[in-house]
Structure formats: structure tokens, C-alpha cells
């Protein structure tokens, strides 16, 4: 499935709108650098090494993850993996899936090695080091069931540039945008293949135009606000492949019920995500 010609294998994001208060608890791990943290999340079923000033995850990986329905036994691909946030919740979750990561900083593809490594998963996930749209030169065509991903959105010339590359490089169109996200996805997805991906509400226009251009139908998709007094921030979409046009939209999700207080939908979600995996929906 990975020819290798253009990565290195590690194996042998942007950020959500603030929400803030995310579960975990920073713990001093193994190996640890001075600019590292180890967060246990998902009641410490899963513990990930971050930097403590570049890039760290944000609430959005595990909105999306929770999103996410696999296939038994799939091939998937992490593109813009990060750190490794959702292929290992989504590892996790689904005991028989089988994942790769593909992430074009050095800094983190080296970080989500060390916590793949850290939670035991090296014979389930693989790190591989490499640029989106170089996708041809990493992978064999049409070698994955699901493809995910946490794109950046924010346009080079919007906003304040972070001064930390790691962090801009997630957050901005530098090395890639949604639509070399996509592109990618067809390439690599098998026919009748799914991609789940979370992006700005206001970029929805946009997002329906590019999965169209690259034959990917949106199927499903659910709007995410941060409380019930907000526009919607955030829409989470599934797109399927080759396939027929029929669009379920499924019921929002809101984030806060009052300042610092989770409604019950988003503590659920976080329990769901600390399931067993017998006990889970994979």
C-alpha cells in the first residue's frame, strides 16, 4: 500500500474556537523534554505528549472523532495528523482498524510517534512524514477506506500570523488547504470510500463546492455551536465517494450550556470516547 519514496516513517491544528476546559490531566511522563507536557484525556485511556508551546490539539479533534463511523477491520488515513490526536482516539475505538498518519512537520510527526509508542499502538498506527500534495509519491491510489481530517482554514492574508511555524502551519493554508485535502482523498480512498472532516461554518458554501469537484457527496453533516446564543462555528461532514446525492442533516451540537458547564450531549460524547472498546460504537 506505501511505497515510501517520498517520507520518512516514524514507526521502527489548527484550533476549534475557543472553548477552553478541556478534560485532562498533565502528568510528567518518561523522556520528557522541558518543552513537553503528557495530557491524560478520556478518563487516562489514552495519555499524549504535546508540545507546550507549539501546536496542541483543542477540543475540535475530539468533536470529529466522536463523528466518525468505520468499517470493521478499514484501512484509514489521518491526513494532517498532528500528534496524533484522532487516529489514536480512533484507533482506540475501533480495536480493528488498522491507521496511518501523515503530517509534514518534522516536530510532530516525531511527537505523534512517541505517542503512538506511548500508548502501545505501533502495531496499528503508523507515522509517515510527508506533504499532502505529494500524496501520489507516498501512497498506492485507492489503498483506504476512510480518510479524516482537521484542515487548516484560516487564509494566508486573514488574520494575524502565529509567530510559532508550528502553530501557523496548522492554522494557515501554508502547506495545504481543503481543497489538496481533498484532492488527496480521492486519490487515496477506495471506491464507495468516506471522509470525515470538521471546517468553518462559514466556509460551508465552499466545502460543498470542493467535495463535489473531487466527486466526494456530502451525506451527513452536523453544525456545532458553542452555546445556543451563537452562530454556528463548526460544521462536521461526512462525504462518501462516487456517490449519489442525498444529504442528512443531523441535529446540532452545542457546546456549552452555560459559561464553563458542558451541555449533557458533549459530556456524553466524552464518555463515549473513554469506553472500553468491547463497550464502544466501534
Known amino acids: ?42 478518563g487516562g ?15 475540535d479533534s475530539l468533536v470529529l472523532a466522536h463523528f466518525v463511523s468505520l468499517k470493521s477491520r478499514s484501512v484509514n ?13 480512533l484507533s482506540r475505538r475501533y480495536a480493528q482498524s488498522r491507521w496511518y498518519g501523515l503530517e509534514v512537520q518534522e516536530g510532530l510527526a516525531l511527537l505523534a510517534q512517541k505517542n503512538v509508542e506511548q500508548n502501545g499502538l505501533e502495531l496499528r498506527v503508523i507515522i509517515d512524514r510527508g506533504d499532502v500534495r505529494d500524496i501520489k509519491k507516498i501512497y498506492q491510489p485507492h489503498s483506504f477506506d476512510h480518510v479524516v481530517f482537521n484542515p487548516p482554514y484560516r487564509k494566508i492574508n486573514s488574520g494575524r500570523m502565529n509567530p510559532l511555524p508550528e502553530k501557523a502551519v496548522a492554522r494557515h493554508e501554508i502547506s495545504g488547504s481543503l481543497e489538496y485535502f481533498l484532492a488527496a482523498a480521492r486519490y487515496a480512498l477506495k471506491p464507495k470510500g468516506r471522509v470525515f472532516a470538521i471546517y ?9 463546492c470542493l467535495f463535489r469537484k473531487q466527486d466526494i457527496e456530502p451525506k451527513r453533516m452536523k453544525l456545532v455551536f458553542s452555546d445556543a446564543a451563537s452562530d ?30 458542558y451541555t449533557q450531549t458533549m459530556k456524553n460524547i466524552f464518555n463515549d470516547l ?6 464502544s460504537d466501534g
Open 274 to 279: 473513554a469506553l472500553p472498546p468491547e463497550l
Open 77 to 89: 488515513l489521518d491526513i494532517g495528523c498532528g500528534n496524533g490526536i484522532l487516529a489514536l482516539v
Open 1 to 42: 500500500m506505501v511505497d515510501g519514496t517520498e517520507k520518512e516513517n516514524y514507526s521502527g491544528k489548527t484550533g476549534f474556537f475557543y472553548l477552553g476546559y478541556l478534560p485532562i490531566a498533565v502528568t510528567k511522563g518518561a523522556e520528557m523534554t522541558d518543552e513537553e507536557t503528557v495530557d491524560e484525556i478520556l
Open 200 to 208: 468553518p461554518a462559514t466556509r460551508l458554501v465552499e466545502l460543498i
Open 232 to 261: 454556528a462555528e463548526f460544521v462536521l461532514v461526512e462525504g462518501r465517494k462516487g456517490s449519489r446525492e442525498e444529504l442528512k442533516m443531523e441535529p446540532p451540537l452545542f457546546i456549552y450550556e452555560e459559561p464553563k458547564k
Open 45 to 59: 485511556s489514552l495519555k499524549i505528549r504535546q508540545s507546550q508551546r507549539g501546536y496542541r490539539f483543542n477540543l
